[in-house]
């Protein structure tokens, strides 16, 4: 082992020795389902006590990383392909439970929320009354900007990201932005309130057989439509995922005629698959997918917040149409997210939810 412990710093003996196994680990020094040394050889070699091995190990296994079996060890839980590796903070649990809406969701751990929010407060003081920006605060778009190119190979700029208080909201203002007098298509069957934004905004929709992979091809081929609505990842209720070459084939059909995507990522960040999937948004040879998610899943329900990432060309289209409309999340919410997503806690938990979902299903 080449890992050091130094004395005499700020950062505790256990943590040190954390980021370093870490790194280890990320990096493949420690191929998966091999053994970790024991916590008495790690022990003695770096001349420190057992306890403080067994602490590091044991924010390892509570991030995913490393799991402990009973009378054998610690042996490695993560493989390169995993993504969301991520800085410690401290230990969550998950809980899971009805959230009401689309689907089951998986409960960001209350005290982790609740002393975020102390933390933003105390930092923030007064701050935090003031109003936000109308595309969202700076701070939280770059954010999401940061953690969508290392989770989701999305790369845009701040500008191109947009704050909105859910999903719904954001279908609203889209409808402004890309004509209210074109067809829209939606996946069928869909989330009910897609088609219910739409119909409310007098827009004509047409419904599109969903298949086992994706939207069926000779209904994509045969639509009129100019703007198509997808949730590729898992659309519900049905809980179909497009295949990858459904997805190209999405891009081949938007890549004719000045057509866009609407491209809803819903719950996406809890695959058990081992390779994250892959964005519509991301594999676009053109600028004309619109990505949007939400915190609904990861976070929760209550706080209604949702972001879109709109193509270059559409940034100053949406600002003249739209740009003077407030942004309707609370200033101190957008903070709270950002702080989050920041320390780590934020795809910790998801990291952690994945892991765990994983297992189950073995």
Not at 3 to 23: E, N, R, W
Not at 223 to 228: G, S
Not at 296 to 307: D, K, W
């Amino acid at each position: 082992m080449n890992y050091k412990i130094l004395k005499g710093t700020h950062v505790p003996a256990y943590l040190q020795l954390y980021s370093q196994i870490k790194d280890d680990i990320i990096n493949e020094v420690y191929q998966f389902n091999s053994k970790l040394p024991s916590k008495r050889i790690v022990a003695e070699e770096l001349e420190i006590s057992t306890i403080t091995v067994e602490h590091a190990y044991a924010l390892l296994c509570d991030e995913g990383y490393v799991e402990a079996r009973q009378r054998s060890g610690y042996f490695i839980r993560f493989r390169g392909e995993d993504g969301f590796a991520s800085a410690p903070k401290e230990s969550i649990r998950h809980e899971i439970s009805c959230d009401g809406s689309k689907t089951v969701g998986v409960k960001f751990p209350f005290s982790v929320l609740a002393k975020t929010i102390r933390k933003v407060t105390a930092d923030l003081g007064a701050d935090i009354l003031n109003p936000s920006p109308n595309f969202g605060c700076v701070e939280f778009r770059e954010a999401i900007r940061k953690y969508l190119g290392r989770s989701r190979s999305i790369n845009a700029d701040v500008e191109q990201i947009i704050i909105g208080s859910g999903a719904e909201y954001l279908y609203g203002l889209l409808t402004e932005v890309l004509g209210k007098d074109c067809l829209y298509a939606i996946e069928n069957p869909s989330y009910q309130k897609i088609e219910q934004v739409y119909l409310a905004e007098g827009i004509n929709i047409e419904k599109l057989k969903l298949t086992s992979d994706g939207i069926e091809s000779s209904a994509l081929q045969k639509t009129k439509a100019k703007v198509l609505h997808i949730s590729p990842y898992r659309s519900f209720p049905s809980g179909v995922s497009a295949s990858m070459s459904k997805r190209q084939e999405y891009i081949s059909w938007a890549n004719t005629d000045g057509r866009y995507i609407i491209e809803d990522d819903f719950e996406s960040e809890f695959s058990v698959e081992r390779k994250v999937e892959t964005t519509v948004f991301s594999l676009a040879t053109e600028d004309n997918v619109i990505y949007m998610n939400t915190f609904s899943q990861t976070i929760s329900p209550s706080l209604r917040v949702a972001y879109m990432v709109l193509p270059k060309a559409l940034v100053p289209v949406f600002e003249d149409k739209v740009g003077f409309y407030a942004c309707a999340v609370p200033t101190i919410i957008q903070y709270v997210l950002t702080e989050l997503i920041e320390s780590g806690n934020f795809e910790r938990h998801i990291n952690r939810v994945r892991r765990q979902k994983r297992k189950v299903l073995k």
